[in-house]
């Protein structure tokens, strides 16, 4: 049983920058793959970034490309994502989540989830 826990989110205005924390808990970190998904208001829930358990590989939304930096350190069980240049359409809450083997952009493929961390973005 893995537990993950997102802190970091906020209001900032637009072209500001923010980083997320989400911090493990319950069993080695291991060779987990990482994910962040966000969810505005009334929107399916999305797919932003994610990391290989090494930390080695990376992938991201065509929307936040250039402008989000997903990292991890395994020493202290923490996965992050610094997001610069900041638009008023990154209002969501985003979520952290955890996933076996490979890295995938689908959220019904990862087996733990925070509970989220609201980021507001004003004009």
């Known amino acids: 049983q893995v537990q993950l826990v997102e802190s970091g989110g906020g209001l900032v205005q637009a072209g500001g920058s923010l980083r997320l924390s989400c911090a493990a808990s319950g069993r080695p970190f291991g060779r987990y793959a990482m994910g962040w998904f966000r969810q505005g208001a009334g929107k399916e829930r999305e797919f932003v970034a994610a990391?290989?358990?090494?930390?080695?590989?990376?992938y991201y939304a065509e929307s936040v490309k250039g402008r989000f930096t997903i990292s991890r350190d395994n020493a202290k069980l923490t996965v992050y994502l610094q997001m610069n240049s900041l638009k008023p359409e990154d209002t969501a809450v985003y979520y952290c989540?955890?996933?076996?083997?490979?890295?995938?952009?689908?959220?019904?493929?990862?087996?733990?989830w925070g509970q989220g961390t609201q980021v507001t973005v004003s004009s």
């Open positions: 990391i290989s358990w090494s930390g080695g590989n990376t």
């Open positions: 989540a955890a996933k076996t083997l490979d890295m995938t952009s689908n959220p019904r493929d990862y087996d733990y």
